[in-house]
């Protein structure tokens, strides 16, 4: 552990301090943001008496954060701030979040808690493949990678050729990532003979995106590496928020940073541990925009609030099932990208990529699916597909088979829905 006395605090004492943290949050939004404080109904730190006071406090979500831009919401002075990062892959009004030093000292923290958790110490060479700029990641990755002394190859986005003649010639141990993005450097690989067995890698910690089961084993046995999920998002900080370990039983978040409630998306009520719904986080010592009751849209829900294998006593939640906007709705029937992504990858001959595509029809609704498969002519496989995703779904999608590479691959975030309805 990084901070072993912060990370195995024992369940009363971090909820003593979550509530502490939550006390001075608020006073921290009354004594800088009217507005803000008033959308609390004026709520005075001395009513928060248990942490689970914060269901009386009201939801935020993305939209109420656009239309604060550029700095409606924020908590500290103009001059305190130091940088800002910008949420990505959404169009229009763009959310910004200003951190002020205290910030970015805390995002260096809870990163280099995520990268310890990850097994990765001042020996390792972290290549840095996000960008550094106003997404979030290249940053956050760099902050943690220095707090541990590690030797840091940014070499941020793109460049695939270089990335792989770095992780051989400066001796790359750990990868960082949006999670789509070894695919495309195993893609890359592949073309140029390129041998994961002769490199030093054997950490991979990757996020930004959902990925399934299936596609973390297939990278993990095609890289020879062990892989972390990370989550996090401008509006909570930044990447950072929680991490899997070891253990693998779960993403630890850490909790005297951040209060986590799991709710049902259409009443917003708070559901118990063990059922799923959306995650609510809610920032508990940040100071340039710190959220109350932030609706975050990722589907989860709370695992354990046990003491882990790993000895971390931090709450753990499921790895992210979906995004609430991904989920995708056909003939009265809800499911998420990351179901088919998983039923998909579960056959051989399949390959990495894939493409959804929704199309309404003559009023009908019509699911369209394309997969990279090692060999198209494959009709058995075909069938099987059809099959497979029939028995999931209860109706029945075109399957369309196409050559690895075939799928055209954008720069960023990997695309794997296109929904044409409307
Ligand atoms: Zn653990």
Not at 72 to 89: I, K
Not at 154 to 179: E, M, N, V, Y
Not at 263 to 288: A, F, H, K, N, S
Not at 309 to 336: A, E, P, S
Request: proline share 5%; hydrophobic share 40%.
């Amino acid at each position: 552990m990084h901070q072993p006395e912060k990370e195995g605090l024992v369940r009363e004492e971090l909820a003593s301090l979550q509530l502490e943290n939550l006390r001075r949050t608020v006073a921290r939004i009354r004594d800088n943001n009217a507005g803000y404080h008033a959308r609390l109904g004026h709520v005075d730190p001395g009513d928060l008496r248990v942490i689970e006071d914060v269901a009386g406090l009201p939801f935020m979500n993305k939209e109420d954060l656009r239309k604060a831009y550029p700095f409606d919401l924020t908590c500290a002075p103009r001059e305190r701030f130091v940088r800002f990062h910008m949420s990505s892959g959404t169009t229009g009004t763009p959310i910004l979040n200003p951190f002020t030093a205290s910030d970015v000292e805390q995002w260096a923290e809870i990163m280099a808690r995520c990268f310890t958790a990850a097994g990765v110490n001042s020996a390792d060479v972290v290549q840095i493949t996000p960008s550094f700029g106003l997404f979030n990641g290249g940053f956050g990755f760099h902050y943690g990678a220095s707090r541990l002394g590690s030797f840091i190859v940014p070499i941020g986005a793109g460049r695939s050729s270089l990335q792989l003649q770095f992780i051989k010639d400066i001796g790359t141990t750990c990868i960082t990532a949006i999670a789509s993005y070894p695919l495309r450097l195993m893609e890359v690989a592949r073309q140029e003979n390129f041998d994961w067995a002769k490199t030093d890698l054997k950490v991979g910690v990757f996020g930004a995106e959902v990925w399934s089961d299936e596609m973390r084993a297939r990278i993990e046995s095609e890289m020879g590496i062990d892989t972390y999920d990370i989550i996090g998002m401008t509006e909570t900080g930044g990447v950072g928020l929680g991490i899997d370990c070891e253990a693998r039983a779960g993403i630890h978040i850490w909790e005297d940073h951040y209060l986590v409630e799991i709710i049902d998306p259409d009443t917003g009520e708070v559901l118990p541990d063990g059922q799923t719904g959306e995650m609510v986080v809610t920032t508990l010592t940040r100071q340039g925009l710190p959220l109350i009751r932030f609706r975050t849209r990722d589907i989860t829900s709370v695992i354990s609030r046990d003491k882990c294998g790993c000895g971390r006593t931090h709450l753990r939640i499921d790895r992210i099932t979906g995004r609430n906007d991904d989920m995708i709705k056909i003939k009265g029937v809800n499911f998420y990208p990351r179901q088919i992504e998983s039923l998909l990858l579960s056959e051989p001959g399949v390959g990495n990529d894939y493409l959804i595509e929704v199309d309404r029809i003559e009023g009908a609704d019509k699911l369209g699916i394309t997969v990279e498969v090692h060999n198209p002519d494959d009709g058995h496989l075909a069938k099987n597909l059809r099959r497979i995703v029939k028995d999931f779904l209860a109706f029945g999608a075109e399957v369309k088979l196409v050559p690895m590479g075939g799928i055209e691959k954008p720069p960023g975030k990997a695309v794997r829905v296109v929904d044409r309805r409307e």
